[in-house]
């Protein structure tokens, strides 16, 4: 405690109150008393609460929330800490791009940070920004290994500009630096080893439906599903702006969809349908009575569209600007009829004929069968296994298939969780006094809201089914069983499925390009997505690149560091 001054914590709401949540640590260090106390990031109120304004400090838990400097949220925790000390926590500032990084340091207050004017710091950060983003925009066109290498390794060097540029500001541990700093934590912490499963996308039901969905239906130069239900703007109005930014959104919601069947073929098949019956609402609607609501939500029970006062409205100008949107709106309906039609005939309603889902099930079995990676299975310590998917329909999806396998020994979890509910979950899978409390339930099934704020050891292994193009979900999903001092297994697996062919979404490009960013900027501390990836220690690697700029190669933390174990050593010395 370095301090007296009053102050608050905000968190999301599931880490504040509880024994084990921030409520709970702030009576346990008997720090109410002092003026502390905890309050959720959502709450609308929270800059005018009485304890937030008489604070003096405030510290932003999983403050990677509030990174999206344009949202309502980081309006509401910016107005909330305007003239106090601030301290962020987060194992994972940086998502998706540096501009994740510039909003966490614009929540710092004062004329300087880090002994430079506070414009100048902030203003190298976002070039830093600037020149990433462009370099991955170039990417999107290169074609050829020589300019891709040159790309990444420029990609590379921005990142290494914000580890030093951050490195002032930033207090980080992760177990590489634990290990190197206090050797004896090495036997309480696991090794985390990397697996990857491919399945063909291209082969399942013995036909060539997968081809014409990534290049005729929703990719290739001329898609045959033109998005014009995403992009009304360019037929009833004369913005370029807006026409270009809704055209960028319909690719982006094209590449979405062979996301879905990449993440399971039930995924994708419930999209097409939401997206056909939402587009049959709404030529009714445009024939009826002459308005487009982009943003509108569909009523299930009625299949009508309902303005809920925020869809933006669309009206066309002439007759002949109408007849053309609704030729490309019925087009693109007759459209995903067929990709309905080729989906039956290809076998993809019967799970026999989903090779993932069979790798799945072998990669299960043989967790249970003691043939996992040479692993044997105890059934008195048994390693329990975690499958997450970032879609509610896979998850179900394949818990009732794991079901049929399985049975019994499959729970689940998607959004709207109860404290009691994870309590449960916890009871199964998480390890109470260095053995497992619960020989039942092998097997947890998910969607992310299990990737944050849960202890889950009694696991040792996670399966993420589907990837997300951030890849701070993966490293998240796996932190709920790589836990420091409460260790199950001497090694647990992280489990990646990846498509074998080259696809449209591109999903395994982007994240391992991001995850290449997470490793040269914080130092991650094993691999998550790529046996390419290089876990490195946040401390040694500040080292290395200070030390290619003709310094120390000693960072002002270790060396205080040092200088404050000598003297304590002292002082125990001296000590009667």
């Known amino acids: 405690k370095l301090s007296d001054a009053p102050g608050v914590v905000i968190a999301p709401p599931h880490l504040v109150e509880g024994e084990t949540g921030w409520d709970g640590y702030i009576d346990t260090f008997k720090l109410r008393e002092a003026g502390w106390s905890a309050h959720s990031m959502y709450d609308p109120q929270l800059a005018t609460r009485a304890e937030v304004k008489n604070a003096e400090i405030v510290i932003v838990d999983e403050a990677h929330n509030v990174r999206n400097a344009e949202s309502g949220l980081y309006g509401r925790v910016r107005a909330a800490v305007q003239g106090k000390r601030v301290v962020c926590l987060t194992a994972t500032p940086f998502n998706n791009r540096p501009d994740d990084l510039v909003s966490l340091v614009e929540l710092f207050g004062g004329a300087e940070i880090a002994g430079e004017a506070r414009g100048t710091f902030i203003g190298c950060l976002r070039d830093i920004a600037k020149r990433y983003a462009k370099l991955v925009d170039e990417a999107r066109d290169l074609t050829d290994a020589e300019g891709r290498k040159r790309n990444a390794a420029a990609i590379g060097a921005c990142g290494d500009e914000l580890r030093i540029r951050l490195a002032p500001l930033t207090i980080r541990r992760n177990r590489l630096d634990l290990r190197n700093l206090y050797p004896d934590m090495a036997a309480r912490m696991p090794e985390q080893k990397l697996v990857r499963r491919t399945f063909e996308l291209s082969k399942v039901g013995g036909g060539d439906f997968y081809e014409k969905v990534v290049g005729h239906y929703f990719g290739g130069p001329a898609p045959k599903f033109s998005a014009a239900m995403y992009q009304p703007e360019k037929y009833l109005s004369t913005s370029a702006t807006a026409v270009q930014r809704q055209g960028n959104l319909s690719k982006m919601l094209r590449r979405f969809l062979v996301m879905r069947w990449e993440s399971s073929p039930v995924a994708f098949k419930a999209t097409v349908g939401h997206v056909k019956d939402w587009l049959k609402a709404a030529v009714k609607k445009f024939e009826d009575e002459g308005v487009f609501y982009s943003g509108a939500e569909l009523n299930p029970l009625t299949g009508e569209l309902v303005d809920d006062g925020e869809s933006d409205v669309y009206r066309a100008a002439s007759p002949a600007q109408a007849q053309r949107f609704l030729k490309d709106l019925k087009a693109d309906f007759t459209t995903l009829e067929e990709v309905e039609t080729g989906f039956a005939d290809a076998g993809l309603d019967d799970p026999e004929n989903d090779g993932k889902l069979a790798s799945l099930i072998e990669t299960i079995q043989s967790v249970f069968d003691g043939t996992f990676e040479g692993e044997p299975f105890d059934p008195a310590n048994p390693r329990k296994i975690i499958v997450f998917s970032q879609y509610a329909d896979t998850a179900r999806y394949v818990r009732d298939e794991l079901e049929k396998h399985f ?170």
């Open 407 to 576: 049975a019994g020994n499959v729970a689940f979890a998607e959004g709207g969780l109860s404290v009691a509910a994870k309590q449960d979950l916890e009871t199964h899978f998480r390890i109470g006094g260095g053995k497992a409390r619960s020989l039942e339930k092998l097997i947890l099934v998910c969607t992310d809201v299990l990737s944050e704020g849960v202890n889950l050891n009694q696991a040792g292994v996670v399966v993420n089914y589907d990837i997300s193009w951030n890849p701070v979900r993966t490293i998240q999903r796996i932190g709920r069983i790589n836990r420091i001092n409460s260790k199950a297994f001497d090694r647990i697996y992280a489990v990646n499925f990846f498509p074998a062919d080259e696809t449209a979404s591109g999903v395994e490009g982007i994240s391992v390009r991001k995850m290449m960013m997470i490793h040269r900027i914080l130092g991650e501390d094993a691999k998550v997505l790529s046996e390419d990836e290089e876990p490195a220690a946040f401390l040694s690697r500040i080292t290395n690149l200070n030390q290619a700029e003709g310094e120390d190669g000693v960072s002002d933390e270790t060396k205080v560091r040092r200088l404050y174990e000598d003297g304590m050593i002292a002082k125990c010395g001296s000590s009667p």
